[in-house]
Structure formats: C-alpha cells, structure tokens
C-alpha cells in the first residue's frame, strides 16, 4: 500500500499523531529531498528507520516503477517537504501509477497551505479552484489571468516573495484593479500575515517588499460580469471613428468599470 502523508508547511506542532506514528514505524520512505526529512524527523525527535527513496520533479517517472513494486509487498510511506504529496509537489505520477496497478492507497490528512489561505482570505469558500504556481514570465501570468477572466470560483495562486509585486500588477490590469483579493504569507508561522483589499489596494502593500512564503488569493468574476463582447464591439466603433484601440477601451473601462486590457482583447479578436 501507498500511504500519502501531509507534513508541517511551517509549525512543527502540526505534526499529527498519525504522521509521527508513520514516521517511526516505516520501513520505506519515498521522500522530496532525504535531507529535509531527516532534519524534519530529528526536529519531530524521531529516528528514522526506514530505507529512505529519493521521488522529485525530476526522477518521479522513473522511480516510481521501482516504489509501485516496493508497495505491492509493503506499505511505502510517501512525503514532500512541506503540506501534502502530489499538490504543487511529486507525487502524481506514483499515485497514479499505483491506481493503474491495482494498488491501494491511503492517506494522513494534514496542514495545506491552499486550504489554510483561503479559509482565512475572506474571500467566498464555497466554490473555489487551485491554479499552483503562476507562470514566471509576465505575458505568461497575463495569458493565465485572461483565460480565468470569466471564472466565478475564488482562485488560488502560488508565488515567490520577489515577484508577488508583479503578479499582481499583471492580475490588475487583466482583472481589474477593482477585483477583491488577498496575500497570505508565512502561514502557521510566527509572522503570519493576510493583508485583504482591492488588487490595487495589494499592488501598494506589496511594495513594501514582504517576504516569506505567500498564496495569492483572488475572488472570482461576479455573475453579472460584464459583456466584453459588446463592449469589445463599442471599442471597434469608437476606433472607426479616429479613436485609438486603446484609448477607445481605456474610456469604456472607465465608464463601465470592466478590465480595459480584456476589452482591447476582444476587441482585437473582433478585428481579426
């Protein structure tokens, strides 16, 4: 069997029960980084008797032909350096494999960091999507936010300290400076922080360079989201009429609040 186990994302003493039994008492252990575990176990005050496997982004494929075979005879026990397997972390690939080998596998719940942010954003929970990491490049990030223009679900992004700033000019000027959101950094840790607000309000704070690790927060679109179509076809008409493409959406932005970099969109689509 292959059991998942979800490990602190930053307080030590969310470490569950379970999770230390586990620790303890298996003889396999598929492991991000074997370092990082053992400095996790001997913080735990646990010793390690397991036989420690290597499972990363780049040998996941590979290795879990080797782990599927181990779990068949045996339990593995399966962690990643912070929250749970398999999301934004390794993991995938083996559980998968194992499903498609008839294998079983289990799970120890534990802290998540996608979880944890939104609960305290103060942004709607019933209804929500997990985006993981965004894109480093900024028309990479852009591509992403316009493709989620439309989506009414509560998202939730992974991002690095030194381009939190970034990314959230890049969310503003797709959806909206308007657009409610929140950074929440250094969760279950001693400076944990969400800081609530427009992404307007965010891009200002964010200029202060916080640190640490964040989730970016962002509400989705409102069901009377507006009709880009027809505005991206006021846009075309207004540009007939010797006003600039993005001048003409930049006034229809200001008149209707809508997103004037979705409107130019559009428009140029239109156009096409």
Known sequence: MLVLAATPIG??????????????????????????LSHLAKALGITLKARLISLHDHNERDAAAKIV???RDADVLL??????????????NLVR????????VSV???????????????????????????????GERKKLFQSLSREQ??????????RILEALEDAGSVLGDNRQAAVVRELTKKFEHAERGTL??????????????????????????????ELAKKALQLAAEGVGMKAAAAELARVTGASKSVIYEHALRLKA
């Open 69 to 71: 075979e181990l779990a």
């Open 97 to 104: 494999a194992c499903a498609e080998a008839d294998i079983e």
């Open 153 to 162: 679900r509560t998202m939730i992004f992974f991002e690095a300290p030194h």
């Open 200 to 229: 307007k309000d965010l891009v200002d704070w964010a200029k202060t360079e916080p640190r640490g690790e964040m989730v970016l927060v962002i509400a989705g679109a409102q069901a009377e989201e507006h009709d880009y179509e």
């Open 79 to 92: 962690v990643s350096d912070a929250g749970m397997p398999t999301i934004s972390d390794p993991g995938y």
């Open 11 to 36: 307080n030590l003493s969310d470490a569950s029960p379970r999770l230390l039994a586990a620790l303890a008492d298996s003889d396999v252990i598929a492991c991000e980084d074997t370092r990082n």
């Open 108 to 138: 120890i719940p534990g802290p998540s960091a996608v979880i944890a942010a939104l609960a305290i954003s103060g942004l709607a929970t019933d209804r929500f999507t997990f985006e993981g990491f965004l894109p480093r490049k900024s």
